[in-house]
């Protein structure tokens, strides 16, 4: 059932996406660091880009999902997260 409502929604040229933010430098994850103990390195350690991912980085994924360049991109999600989901 719940592919033919997907089927609905492209033909009604609705695509359905999510974005999934990894660890990002926020006011939150700043404060998380400073509470639990090595947070930071074990974040750095499993992450291929080694670092804490900006709340800039969201712009392009942000701006390729609204533009017809997305129009065929449905059914998906975007982790955003320098490589940390691929790390298991």
Known sequence: MQFIRSCAWVAG?????AV?????DTD???RARKEIDGLHDRV???TPAARWGGIDEFAGIA???SS???DFVTGTALPIDGGYSIMG
């Open 13 to 17: 040229n609705i695509q359905a996406n």
């Open 20 to 24: 999934l933010p990894g660890w990002i």
């Open 28 to 30: 939150l994850t700043k």
């Open 44 to 46: 750095l350690a499993r």
């Open 63 to 65: 701006v390729f999902l």
């Open 68 to 70: 017809a360049a997305s």
